[in-house]
């Protein structure tokens, strides 16, 4: 009977040290950036290229920029970023929907 004991005693401390690591992780701050900071971040991010591609585009019809290609590459950039901030956007209306339509 003290052989049960003594492994209960055992797994009641694992459980314990495994509880106490869990808080100290939940407790801990990141170590990175937090997803608001990333999420405008991409978005500033997605604005000036399409802020830098609208400039290009400008500066080529006004005869200023020659480089054809320099442009072409801008507006794909930016048409890049506008399509995957759409689908994040529509990712996450997606997720809240689904959530939002649980049973409860």
């Given at each position: 009977?003290?052989t049960i004991?003594?492994?209960k005693?055992?797994v009641?401390?694992?459980?314990l040290?495994?509880?106490t690591?869990?808080?100290e992780?939940?407790d801990?701050?990141p170590s990175?950036?937090?997803?608001?900071?990333?999420l405008?971040?991409g978005?500033k991010?997605?604005?000036?290229?399409?802020n830098?591609?609208?400039a290009l585009?400008?500066?080529?019809?006004?005869?200023t920029e020659?480089?054809?290609a320099?442009?072409?590459?801008?507006q794909?950039?930016?048409?890049?970023?506008f399509q995957?901030t759409l689908?994040?956007r529509n990712k996450?209306?997606s997720?809240y929907?689904?959530?939002?339509?649980?049973p409860?």
């Open positions: 009977m003290t004991g003594g492994l005693y055992q009641d401390q694992t459980h040290k495994s509880l690591r869990a808080q992780t939940l801990a701050k990175g950036p937090a997803f608001s900071e990333r405008a971040d978005l991010s997605v604005a000036s290229a399409q830098e591609a609208s585009r400008t500066a080529f019809e006004a005869g020659q480089n054809l320099k442009v072409m590459v801008a794909q950039v930016s048409s890049l970023g995957l689908n994040v996450a209306l997720a929907k689904d959530i939002m339509n649980m409860v």
